[in-house]
Nanobody
Framework: QVQLVESGGGLVQAGGSLRLSCAASGRTFGSFVMAWFRQAPGKERDFIAVISLSGSRTNYADSVKGRFTISRDNAKNTVYLQMNSLKPEDTAVYYC??????????????????WGQGTQVTVSS
């Protein structure tokens, strides 16, 4: 079992930046593949980024490549999502997710076992 709590969301103008954090507690954080998803109103929960156990491998959705960076600090039990050059279409609730084993590729949300409560990101034009 692992508990996830996201933070760092907010309102930002287009072109701006935000850094989301997801703090984990419970089982050993370093044993989980971590990912970020987002869900806009009326839409499905979409994959954004995933990072391997050690942080050496990452993968991104095409829509955020070159703008978003996922990273993790296993000593702090935290995964991050640095979001730059934000666009209005990035507006959504952002969720972190965990699973003990997972390929480091874009994967549907229903493959992940643990979820945070989400944090709202709103990008104004």
């Amino acid at each position: 079992q692992v508990q996830l709590v996201e933070s760092g969301g907010g309102l930002v103008q287009a072109g701006g930046s935000l850094r989301l954090s997801c703090a984990a507690s419970g089982r050993t954080f370093g044993s989980f593949v971590m990912a970020w998803f987002r869900q806009a109103p009326g839409k499905e929960r979409d994959f954004i980024a995933v990072i391997s156990l050690s942080g050496s491998r990452t993968n991104y959705a095409d829509s955020v490549k070159g703008r978003f960076t996922i990273s993790r600090d296993n000593a702090k039990n935290t995964v991050y999502l640095q979001m730059n050059s934000l666009k209005p279409e990035d507006t959504a609730v952002y969720y972190c997710a965990a699973r003990s084993t997972m390929p480091i590729i874009p994967t549907p949300f229903d493959k992940y076992d643990y979820w945070g409560q989400g944090t709202q990101v709103t990008v104004s034009s």
